[in-house]
């Protein structure tokens, strides 16, 4: 098969298209012919090396890659419920044998049919895995109830964008979003389901003192110590992030007893395997808001070669919505 290794850690040239054996699946285990693999910013912090002492990540040479969709190339023993060439999307487990490849490995609990839901593959991988993540961060972390308020940072980023419309589903009563202020053209023509959005350097003036139960950050730094004075009485503030890079900011301790506020982190790929009783129902809930239009994000598709490319866009934030390789 055809694949993108990483060699070492380092910039984006450390990306190297080679050839791999192609892998069979195991014992419970689905096979996948992969048509469309998102790239993500945490594909490209580890390749950067910032998380390459954290136990349980790669090392290179690995595969990266977290979200695949493709139709099913083979079964592993003990599966059931899918069937040769059914339509999928699925997340990997971080292992370093991941998605920029023509054919992936993947646990079948991670596995999710998208048959019968014509839903465009490019679509379905750079938006069902995020959306399944939203659900579990606003139902679990997040405690969203019907009828309250959410305020998502970065608010067209891969993840952030996958909120509003799991918020919308579960009755948030007004969704706002913020971005950066040369982001904000792209925030005027966006079809996701904000009430508003607005520039997150004129926080908190541009919000007019409203204030929120539930706020999502995936930026951190500045954003993020600004968002205590957005956060309505008992609000709850979801960390699920750091796009700012800035690994050295703090928050209020005092500010946060003082306000009944909870803050709270959600890191996906830690929830997730020991919390495996939330991916089914975060999956249908996904795939529903992706099928009623509540996740329509902007795409870019470059070819499996190109991912170097896509890496660099994403360092330098020339990226217009999610990208996506194609073996």
Not at 152 to 175: D, K, M, Y
Not at 212 to 240: C, K, N, Q, Y
């Amino acid at each position: 098969m055809q694949a993108i290794q990483v060699t070492r850690f380092g910039e984006p040239d450390v990306l190297a298209l080679t050839e791999l054996p192609d892998p069979a699946p195991g014992p419970g285990q689905v096979a996948i012919d992969v048509t469309h693999a998102a790239v993500g910013l945490i594909d490209v912090y580890i390749r950067q090396g910032l998380y390459k002492d954290r136990e349980g990540l790669p090392q290179p040479p690995y595969v990266p890659g977290l979200e695949v969709a493709g139709t099913v190339r083979a079964l592993g023993e003990g599966v059931t419920g899918f069937a040769l060439g059914e339509k999928v999307v699925s997340l990997s487990s971080g292992d370093g044998q991941g998605g920029y490849a023509s054919v992936f490995i993947a646990d079948q609990a991670s596995v999710v049919s998208t048959e019968g839901h014509s839903i465009d593959p490019a679509l379905a991988v750079a938006a069902i895995p995020n959306a399944l993540m939203a659900h579990v961060a606003l139902t679990r972390a997040g405690r969203l109830s019907e009828g309250e308020s959410v305020l998502v940072h970065g608010a067209l980023g891969a993840l952030s964008a996958a909120f509003p419309g799991i918020a919308r589903q579960l009755g948030a009563a007004r969704v706002v979003g913020t971005v950066r202020a040369e982001r904000m053209a792209a925030a005027a023509a966006t079809k996701l389901p904000y009430d508003t959005i607005v520039d997150s350097a004129r926080l908190p003036d541009a919000l007019d003192d409203e204030k929120f139960d539930v706020i999502v950050d995936p930026v951190g730094g500045l954003v993020r110590t600004r968002s205590l004075d957005l956060l309505a009485p008992s609000g709850r503030l979801l960390l699920v992030g750091n796009a700012s890079g800035d690994w050295n900011h703090g928050i209020d301790g005092n500010r946060i007893w003082y306000g009944n506020f909870t803050v709270t982190g959600f890191n996906s790929g830690g929830y997730l395997p020991t919390h495996p009783e939330t991916f089914a129902p975060a999956a249908r809930a996904a795939l529903k808001a992706v099928a009623d239009g509540l996740a329509a994000v902007e795409i870019e598709t470059l070819a499996l070669a190109d991912a170097a490319t896509a890496h660099q866009q994403l360092e330098d934030h020339s990226a217009n919505g999610r990208i996506v390789l194609t073996p």
